[in-house]
């Protein structure tokens, strides 16, 4: 992730940098900057260990790639759903009472030709 940085336009910021700062204080402005990247680079490091101990062997068994938000493609995902003919069978599971919403529960009681519930208390 280059962030649209070509090697001219990285040789251009390096060059004004060097005018700006001067060659008397770029060596020591090059050195804190090096410290800086080491000590994120441990941050993240020190992060990922963190994870590894506190998920114990299950961190190792992720497929992290499988994760990745950037493989997913929106317009691969919507054509799928929509060209998928059939519904894949669902292993059977212990069936929990779903809660029905207010207008899914209008439209049954509309098919069913039965008023829709009122309540007196509500206004």
Sequence with gaps: MSLGL???????????????IGPDRLP????????????LRDMASGAKDRMREEMGPDYDDIDWKK??????????IVREALLED????VAPTV????????YAQRQRLIR???PAPFDLEAT
């Design 6 to 20: 070509t090697f001219e336009k990285l040789l251009l910021i390096g060059l004004i940098a060097v005018l700006l």
């Design 28 to 39: 020591m402005y090059a050195a804190q900057f090096g410290r800086l990247v080491r000590s």
């Design 67 to 76: 994760l990745d938000p950037r493989q997913y493609d929106p317009r691969r």
């Design 86 to 89: 059939e519904e894949k069978p």
């Design 95 to 102: 069936s929990v009472p779903k809660r029905e919403s207010a």
């Design 112 to 114: 069913e030709g039965k």
